[in-house]
Nanobody, 115 residues
């Protein structure tokens, strides 16, 4: 069964930090490139970052230098460390494969950054 469970979101002031976690079922995680995505109400889901099975990373320009993605293979978990948060980072954050697997979308975790 494909399962992705995101956690770690919350309310934070601008300039603050949050660390998101994504627990993945082994079948989806093992040798896959994994990523984080985000979506605001009424807008399309946006890709944020990718981490390959070998640990190579890349980021959307708007978060580069502020967000850091990592993965723990032993725990089938992907993390997103978000620093220097801005109000425009307010979204629901999801993890999934890259490219995403449609049936695997979880509930996401809400991140709200107040100004």
């Amino acid at each position: 069964q494909v399962q992705l469970v995101e956690s770690g979101g919350g309310l934070v002031q601008a300039g603050g930090s949050l660390r998101l976690s994504c627990a993945a079922s082994e079948g989806i995680f093992s040798s896959s490139a994994m990523g984080w995505y985000r979506q605001a109400p009424g807008k399309q889901r946006e890709w944020v970052t990718t981490i390959t099975s070998r640990g190579a990373t890349n980021y959307v320009t708007s978060v580069e230098g502020r967000f850091t993605v990592s993965r723990d293979t032993a725990k089938n978990t992907v993390y997103l460390q978000m620093d220097s948060l801005k109000p425009e980072d307010t979204d629901v954050y999801y993890c999934n494969k890259v490219p995403p697997l449609g049936v695997a979308w979880g509930q996401g975790t809400q991140v709200t950054v107040s100004s």
